[in-house]
């Protein structure tokens, strides 16, 4: 894994982004809007569907 490739990616991904979809979505689901909850879904994702979807979308574009 390149550092530089790794660095220049992590720059380019916003977190902010993240965050309001996280909470946009505990808004529309009637979810308590917390840090607790928003970090309880954002591991959910990495560690359960995340996988997946990039496995699938590289799939589909390559």
Request: aromatic letters at 4%.
């Amino acid at each position: 894994m390149s550092e530089k490739v790794l660095a220049e990616l992590a720059e380019w991904i916003d977190p902010r982004a993240i965050a309001e979809a996280i909470l946009r979505e505990l808004e529309s689901q009637e979810v308590e809007q917390t840090v607790a909850n928003g970090q309880k879904v954002w591991l959910d994702v990495l560690e359960n569907e995340l996988p997946d979807g990039l496995r699938s979308s590289i799939k589909a574009i390559f």
